[in-house]
């Protein structure tokens, strides 16, 4: 770790940019509900309670396995002077027991008290022949090595899904970065235009069947195809609106993103990407990663603008609810909130905080109220 941090600052990487708490979030999320979702509930508790028990020291040192031995030690002892009768009261209650209320440590295991008991038990009733006491205890060993194992495993699993839900975090701020640059102006585009197709086919077909005279003749076979493949949920409409998504958003960010200002921007204010060179190499590193970004954005967004479609056709509701409620009038209304609640934010702290910028309490004009710490 120390390696890795240090060779980010030696190539002047800022620490601040490794905290994102967003992704923090996405990531702890997702890793805690696909535990949840995996493992029975004994499972999941048993991981939070054996992580916490890594803050305490280890209880099997020398002095756990020395009082082992001593509980072993008293126990045949008692066994070869009273037999194995004896033993009965001591195994069949050894909270009670004289002998093992000697060593707490070991009481306290109970895994430990319930192997050690049940063999004996074993014993006692005398179903078991001595040389087959052996099996038992592997059986027993090997059920309870299978359930100690359990926890491990499921944290290893939910280990190895993290590159997957990193990724998914990855996507999601690639999502967020091309909503911020392009928005919705692509769909909004790309859906104004899809609406010339659907009526310049329907009166093609109007004046084809004209000419015909009632009959049929290839023209208004086309005219006919044309229509009602430009229909809302035809294939060819759902292609060619892809199309044209993807087309306005590349459009948009070759106006609203300027790669080669950019570059020089950085250069003037004496920042750099590490590797690069500053100019001409930055400016085309950034273009190609607006590419990719923009590309994976589009796709999004041609998600975003079909799915009242899909919503239509699976489920067979109408239409013109699935386009009100879901596509671009959803990402509209999630923009516009998040746009306004950043809006609201931003005027809070100049209000509260005016002393910021400069003016005393007295110019700073009325606060807005709030709860204060005292």
């Given at each position: 770790?120390?390696?890795?941090?240090?060779?980010?600052l030696?190539?002047?990487?800022?620490?601040?940019?490794?905290w994102?708490?967003n992704?923090?979030?996405?990531l702890?999320g997702?890793?805690?509900?696909?535990?949840?979702?995996?493992?029975?509930?004994?499972v999941v508790k048993g991981v939070?309670a054996?992580?916490l028990?890594?803050?305490?020291?280890?209880?099997?040192g020398a002095?756990?396995?020395?009082e082992?031995?001593?509980?072993?030690?008293?126990i045949?002892?008692?066994?070869r002077k009273?037999?194995l009768v004896?033993?009965e009261?001591?195994?069949e209650?050894?909270?009670?027991?004289?002998?093992?209320?000697?060593y707490?440590?070991?009481?306290?295991n109970?895994?430990?008290v319930?192997?050690l008991?049940d063999?004996?038990?074993?014993?006692?009733?005398?179903?078991?022949e001595?040389?087959?006491?052996?099996?038992i205890l592997d059986v027993?060993?090997?059920k309870?090595h299978?359930?100690?194992m359990q926890?491990?495993?499921a944290?290893s699993t939910?280990?190895?899904?993290m590159?997957?839900?990193g990724?998914?975090?990855?996507?999601?701020g690639?999502?967020?970065?091309?909503?911020?640059?392009g928005?919705?102006?692509p769909i909004i585009?790309a859906s104004?235009?899809?609406?010339?197709?659907?009526v310049i086919f329907?009166q093609?077909?109007?004046?084809a069947?004209?000419?015909?005279s009632?009959?049929e003749?290839w023209y208004?076979?086309?005219a006919?195809?044309l229509?009602?493949?430009?229909n809302?949920?035809a294939?060819?409409?759902?292609?060619?609106?892809?199309?044209l998504?993807?087309?306005?958003s590349?459009f948009?960010?070759t106006?609203?993103?300027?790669?080669e200002?950019?570059?020089?921007?950085?250069k003037?204010?004496?920042?750099?990407?590490?590797?690069?060179r500053p100019?001409?190499?930055?400016?085309?590193y950034?273009?190609?990663?607006m590419?990719?970004v923009?590309?994976v954005?589009a796709g999004?967004?041609?998600?975003?603008?079909i799915l009242?479609?899909i919503?239509?056709?699976?489920?067979?509701?109408?239409?013109?609810?699935?386009?009100?409620l879901?596509?671009?009038?959803?990402?509209?209304?999630?923009?516009?909130?998040?746009?306004?609640?950043?809006?609201v934010?931003a005027?809070l702290?100049?209000?509260?905080?005016?002393?910021?910028l400069?003016?005393?309490?007295?110019a700073a004009?009325?606060r807005?109220?709030g709860?204060r710490?005292?």
């Open positions: 770790m120390g390696s890795v941090i240090g060779g980010y030696m190539h002047h990487g800022q620490m601040i940019v490794l994102q708490p992704e923090f979030v996405i702890g997702a890793g805690l509900g696909a535990l949840l979702a995996a493992n029975p509930m004994p939070f054996q992580t028990g890594l803050l305490k020291p280890n209880a099997f002095k756990a396995y020395a082992l031995l001593q509980v072993l030690y008293e045949f002892q008692k066994a009273d037999g004896g033993l009261a001591h195994i209650d050894p909270e009670k027991s004289d002998i093992f209320s000697k707490p440590s070991f009481v306290k109970h895994h430990a319930s192997l008991c063999t004996l038990k074993v014993l006692l009733t005398g179903t078991v001595d040389h087959n006491l052996a099996e027993d060993l090997e309870h299978h359930e100690a926890i491990p495993h944290v939910v280990g190895d899904a590159p997957g839900f990724i998914v975090a990855a996507v999601l690639v999502i967020i970065t091309m909503g911020n640059i928005g919705v102006m585009f104004s235009l899809m609406i010339f197709p659907s329907l093609l077909r109007a004046l069947a004209g000419w015909a009632g009959g003749t208004t076979g086309v006919r195809f229509e009602s493949n430009f809302p949920g294939f060819l409409y759902i292609l060619s609106y892809i199309i998504v993807y087309f306005f590349y948009w960010i106006v609203q993103f300027n790669p200002e950019m570059s020089k921007q950085m003037e204010s004496g920042s750099f990407i590490p590797g690069l100019g001409p190499r930055t400016a085309e950034l273009e190609t990663v590419n990719r923009t590309f954005g999004f967004l041609s998600l975003v603008a009242p479609v919503i239509n056709q699976a489920l067979g509701i109408d239409y013109m609810v699935t386009q009100f879901g596509g671009t009038g959803l990402l509209i209304v999630v923009n516009v909130t998040m746009d306004f609640l950043q809006k934010e005027n702290m100049m209000r509260n905080y005016a002393g910021f400069g003016g005393d309490d007295a004009g009325p807005l109220g709860l710490t005292q």
